[in-house]
């Protein structure tokens, strides 16, 4: 099966940083809706899709939110400033395009200082082409949420954009639908709100639905750039199962039977140890009496960036181990 490219640049494409989440879920819902038996949208915009099958219940997740970058204060002369809604690098934002919920594109850009790797965020300024307060506030206001505005860029092995992470883990998950047919596991396919402000979409369907098992799929980083921090995940070497990161340590079993699928169906994987972060998956293994999980990743280069950038192959090792999670019976 063909790469889908063009379903990869709509979905990325689309504006939904945490807590702005509708426009993301309203394309997942028209995307899914044939390939599931039920989908409800809980209260907090969370939406659960649940494929039907005879075992164990599998929850699998992948947040929709973005990262983004809140509207603090607007000077006198139209400048904007930012405070960090999830992970945000000053250094990766400075000369970035950011895009506004309406639209309205910022340069951003950073104070003159003597030492840049002091660079923080309160020291880089949005430039809307305002030319003085009254004119910005017209364009936005206080509170309102910014992205990196996303460029798609696709080579023949890779993919990169903003807001990858996780529309990657959604576009997994969605791939992975419509090439179900039936599944061994009742299988919720949840689309979260609110992972890179801390899990917390995660947290509330974990709670509702009280699966068996719980998967994540999002991205991780990769250790395989020049001079990058030491870290055993390379793009190209196939989807990662993760063994830890500061949220989760996987359950051992959960992740034996992964490891035994791949194997079985030759799928390319490599095993994720993260010295830092946090996903969906660290939510739901903390859910009620504890619940066993782990996450499929798809290694990311750039994370947290404006282009993001993840291997074609690896992703479709990961739809693939997906649709094998799903197809057996997955008693641990
Ligand atoms: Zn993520």
Same mark, same amino acid.
């Not at 934002?93 to 950073?110: C, D, M, S």
């Not at 949420?145 to 959604?170: K, L």
């Given at each position: !099966?063909?790469?889908?490219?063009?379903?990869? $640049?709509?979905?990325?494409?689309?504006? /939904? %940083?945490s807590?702005h989440?509708?426009?993301?879920?309203?394309?997942?819902?028209k @995307?899914?809706?044939?390939?599931v038996?039920?989908?409800?949208?809980?209260?907090?915009?969370?939406?659960?899709?649940?494929?039907?099958?005879?075992?164990?219940?599998?929850?699998i997740?992948?947040h929709?939110?973005?990262?983004? !970058?809140?509207?603090?204060?607007? *000077?006198?002369?139209?400048?904007? $400033?930012?405070?960090?809604?999830?992970?945000?690098?000053?250094?990766?934002?400075?000369?970035?395009?950011?895009?506004?919920?309406?639209?309205?594109?910022?340069?951003?850009?950073?104070?003159?200082?003597?030492?840049?790797?002091?660079?923080?965020?309160?020291?880089?300024?949005?430039?809307?082409?305002?030319?003085?307060?009254?004119?910005?506030?017209?364009? +936005?206001?206080? /509170?309102?949420?910014?992205?990196?505005?996303?460029?798609?860029?696709?080579? *023949?092995?890779?993919?990169?954009?903003?807001?990858?992470?996780?529309?990657?883990?959604?576009? +997994? !998950?969605?791939?992975?639908?419509? $090439?179900?047919?039936?599944?061994?596991? *009742?299988?919720?396919?949840?689309?979260?709100? @609110?992972?890179?402000? /801390?899990? $917390?979409?995660?947290?509330?369907?974990?709670?509702?639905?009280?699966?068996?098992?719980?998967?994540?799929?999002?991205?991780?980083?990769?250790?395989?750039? %020049?001079?990058?921090?030491?870290?055993?995940?390379?793009?190209?070497?196939?989807?990662?199962?993760?063994?830890?990161?500061?949220?989760?340590?996987?359950? %051992?079993? +959960?992740?034996?039977?992964?490891?035994?699928?791949?194997?079985?169906?030759?799928?390319?994987?490599?095993?994720e +140890?993260?010295?830092?972060?946090?996903?969906?998956?660290?939510?739901?293994?903390?859910?009620?009496?504890?619940? %066993?999980?782990?996450?499929?990743?798809?290694?990311t280069?750039?994370?947290?960036?404006?282009?993001?950038?993840c291997?074609?192959?690896?992703?479709?090792?990961?739809?693939?181990?997906?649709?094998?999670?799903?197809?057996?019976?997955?008693?641990?």
């Amino acid at each position: !099966m063909g790469f889908n490219s063009s379903g990869l $640049r709509a979905l990325t494409n689309i504006y /939904g %940083p945490s807590s702005h989440e509708t426009k993301v879920s309203d394309f997942i819902v028209k @995307q899914i809706k044939g390939f599931v038996d039920e989908v409800t949208i809980d209260k907090m915009g969370n939406v659960i899709a649940r494929k039907k099958g005879d075992g164990p219940k599998l929850m699998i997740a992948g947040h929709m939110d973005s990262i983004g !970058m809140m509207v603090t204060d607007i *000077d006198d002369k139209g400048f904007v $400033r930012l405070t960090n809604i999830g992970g945000i690098n000053p250094f990766v934002t400075v000369g970035e395009r950011l895009l506004f919920k309406n639209g309205t594109i910022g340069i951003a850009y950073h104070e003159a200082t003597a030492d840049m790797a002091k660079l923080k965020l309160e020291k880089v300024f949005v430039d809307i082409g305002a030319k003085n307060k009254e004119e910005a506030e017209k364009l +936005v206001a206080i /509170g309102d949420i910014c992205v990196y505005s996303p460029v798609f860029n696709e080579s *023949d092995n890779t993919v990169s954009t903003a807001s990858m992470d996780d529309r990657i883990g959604c576009f +997994v !998950m969605i791939e992975a639908l419509k $090439r179900l047919d039936t599944v061994n596991n *009742d299988c919720y396919f949840v689309f979260t709100v @609110q992972e890179e402000v /801390g899990t $917390r979409g995660g947290k509330m369907t974990a709670f509702a639905i009280n699966p068996d098992v719980g998967l994540a799929v999002d991205i991780t980083t990769s250790g395989d750039t %020049p001079g990058s921090k030491r870290f055993a995940i390379k793009l190209h070497e196939g989807v990662a199962i993760k063994v830890r990161d500061n949220s989760l340590l996987s359950h %051992p079993a +959960v992740n034996d039977k992964l490891k035994a699928l791949c194997k079985e169906n030759d799928i390319k994987h490599q095993m994720e +140890v993260l010295e830092f972060g946090g996903t969906d998956a660290g939510a739901i293994s903390l859910t009620r009496e504890g619940i %066993p999980a782990s996450c499929l990743s798809i290694p990311t280069r750039y994370a947290h960036s404006a282009h993001e950038t993840c291997s074609k192959e690896d992703i479709e090792a990961g739809i693939h181990l997906l649709t094998k999670v799903c197809e057996t019976k997955f008693e641990i």
